[in-house]
Every structure is written in structure tokens, then in C-alpha cells.
């Protein structure tokens, strides 16, 4: 295991991007959500699926020119056809049109189609916070997940995320995905000689996630399908099943996910500063309970602040072939 520093990643991922026909600003966007989610922790939706968004655009999977549109015209609502653009971008685009949209009329809703993975659900709802919104993000995935008491994956690892700031940066960030874990921790699992925890997987050889919640996956299972249902079935899109799979060909056939994006904004509902208070102190009270072990009780987005200030200082941890990609990429170290 060996660790990079920010600065050297991000440089060396917007070169990569900017060289296959970005904008600077979509590059950015891009090398800027892989990098901030492995800031955090989230390893699994970070760096490491850098060479993966290569292969999509070196195939034509992801446009990297796309050629975005809207749709509709409601007051609230709007639908982005993303026209195969890399997710972050299309995300990216979507939940600034969920803000603007939250200004004007209180609540911006966006549905995205003809896109690709996103990346971490939190890199938009820590995005939409920022702007002073109380936002929600969510995108289908290919299936991974069998349904309760199922063996055959039928559903995507599906996650959902909520982020919104009380007083003086204090956060709330919940992103979690609506199986056990997600894909790419087990397949990171495989691929370093990691153990495979069984309550992760249906079976030894990992046919299929199981749903969240282990012995009550049909909670898990529904919040999946809820997922499914305000992407894929709102937009149009194919459902989970009928998707390609992120890591396997053919990378030259468009994918075809799909995002939902919703933003609130504060004062439509109340004073956002009486909000923030009352947030922040909802924080402190949920931190400050007795813990029943040597470890603290936290609230989403504690633990990834933890380590964003670690990772900061101390680089990001990556395994040897891992760092070895990004060291041999044409950039500025």
C-alpha cells in the first residue's frame, strides 16, 4: 500500500481528461468528485474508478463533447438528457439546475437520462450543501443485488444521499448504497486477496450482493426499488437488470443510467439560520449520547471528515498496482 498526495492525483487525472477532449471544467469536475470521495474515505467511488472512466471514453461509452439537453418546461421540475456523458458531468450539471430551480420555486426536482456512473452520491449533495441547499441525489446501477430470499442479481447497488449544513460547517452527509456494500469493495476485496465477508454476497462465489440489512433485506430491497423507481422508471431509462455492467464490455455501446436530483431550498420553508441551529443541535445531541464501546457515537459524515483531514495531510492510500497507474499517466506531478 502506498499513498499520493491530492495534488499529484488530481493533476495527473485532469491531463489524462482534458488530453481525450474535455473542458477544463468538466475535467475538473470530474478528477475533483473522484478525488474529494477518496478524501473522504469512500474509496470504493474514488480514484480507483479512474481507469474505468478512461476505458469508457477511449471506447465511446461516455461522449466527452456530449451533447446535453433539457427537457420540459414545469416550473419545479426538469429532465437533462445527458447525451452519454461521463456521470460526473452529467450529475454535476443536474444538481446545479436542482438549486437554481430550489431558489425560484422553493423545491428543484432533475432527472437525468442517458448517463453514465456518477461516482458517490455524497460528491452532489455535499455540492448542492455548499450552495446552501438541503440536498437529496440517487442513480440506478446495473444489477448486482438479488431481491430477498433471491439468488439472481435483479437490482443496482442503487445508493441514496442526503446532505444539508447546520451552523459554522457543521454537516449532515448520509450516503450509503441499498445493498450489504457495494460492488467495487468486493471486487477491490478479490483483487488484493482480501476476505470476502459472507454476509455480503448470496453465495462463496459472489454471484450476487445481498440486499441491506441482512436478515431484513426487504428493507433493502425496497429502498432499491424506490431508487429505481425515481431514476430509471421516471426518465425513461432501462431498468437495472438491462443495463451493461460498469466494469465489463462493450465500452463502445452507450450505458444508459440514470440520476435523480432533488433540492430544497432552506428559506422557502423557514428562517435558514433558525434551521441550521436547530440542525447543528440536533448534531450535538446525537454525538454527545454514551457509547457502548471504545468507539465515539458519530452522525453521517463525521467519519469521512476524519478522514478527509487525515488524507490531507497524509495522502491517499492506494495498492501498489493502483498507484502505479497514476504515476504512469503524462501529467504534472
Known amino acids: 500500500m502506498r499513498r499520493l ?21 468538466h475535467a475538473g469536475w470530474v478528477a475533483g468528485g473522484l478525488l474529494e470521495a477518496s478524501l473522504r474515505g469512500i ?24 451533447e446535453m439537453r433539457w427537457l420540459g418546461e414545469a416550473r419545479a421540475a426538469r429532465v437533462l438528457d445527458a447525451g452519454h456523458a461521463l456521470g460526473l458531468v452529467a450529475g454535476r450539471t443536474a444538481c446545479a439546475e436542482a438549486v ?71 454537516l449532515f452527509c448520509a450516503d450509503f448504497a441499498t445493498s450489504q456494500v457495494s ?14 465477508d ?12 445481498l440486499p441491506l440489512g441482512a436478515g431484513s433485506g426487504h428493507k433493502g430491497q425496497g429502498l432499491g426499488m424506490m431508487v429505481e423507481i425515481l431514476c430509471a422508471v421516471l426518465a425513461g431509462m432501462p431498468l437495472d437488470h438491462e443495463l451493461s455492467h460498469l466494469y465489463a464490455p462493450p465500452y463502445d455501446e452507450p450505458r444508459r443510467v440514470a440520476h435523480f436530483f432533488l433540492a430544497f ?19 450535538g445531541i446525537v454525538r454527545e449520547q454514551p457509547a457502548a464501546g ?31 497507474f497514476f504515476e504512469g499517466l503524462e501529467g504534472a506531478a
Open 5 to 25: 498526495s491530492a495534488g499529484v492525483l488530481e493533476s495527473r487525472m485532469r491531463s489524462a481528461l482534458v488530453k481525450r477532449g474535455l473542458s477544463e471544467e
Open 43 to 66: 474509496d470504493t467511488h474514488g480514484v480507483r474508478l479512474f481507469p474505468t472512466y478512461l476505458n469508457e471514453l477511449d471506447g465511446g461509452r461516455s461522449q466527452a463533447r456530449p
Open 100 to 170: 437554481r430551480l430550489a431558489r425560484e420555486s422553493g423545491v428543484g426536482a432533475v432527472a437525468v437520462r442517458n448517463s453514465n456512473h456518477f461516482g458517490a452520491a455524497s460528491v452532489y449533495t455535499l455540492e448542492m450543501s455548499r450552495q446552501g441547499a438541503l440536498g437529496l441525489s440517487f442513480t440506478n446501477s446495473d444489477a448486482l443485488v438479488a431481491p430477498f430470499h433471491g439468488v439472481t442479481p435483479l437490482f443496482g447497488t442503487n445508493p441514496v444521499s442526503m446532505a444539508v449544513e447546520g451552523e459554522g460547517g457543521d
Open 183 to 196: 460492488y467495487s469493495k468486493v471486487k477491490h476485496h478479490r483483487a488484493q486477496g482480501l476476505p470476502v
Open 198 to 209: 459472507p454476509s455480503w454476497v448470496v453465495s462463496d462465489g459472489g454471484e450476487a450482493l
Open 265 to 283: 431550498d432552506l428559506g422557502a420553508f423557514r428562517e435558514p439560520g433558525e434551521f441550521r441551529a436547530d440542525l447543528s443541535r440536533l448534531l
Open 294 to 324: 471504545d468507539e465515539p457515537v458519530r452522525v453521517p459524515g463525521d467519519p469521512e471528515a476524519e478522514a478527509m483531514a487525515e488524507r490531507f495531510q497524509e495522502g491517499i492510500p492506494l495498492a501498489d498496482d493502483e498507484a502505479a
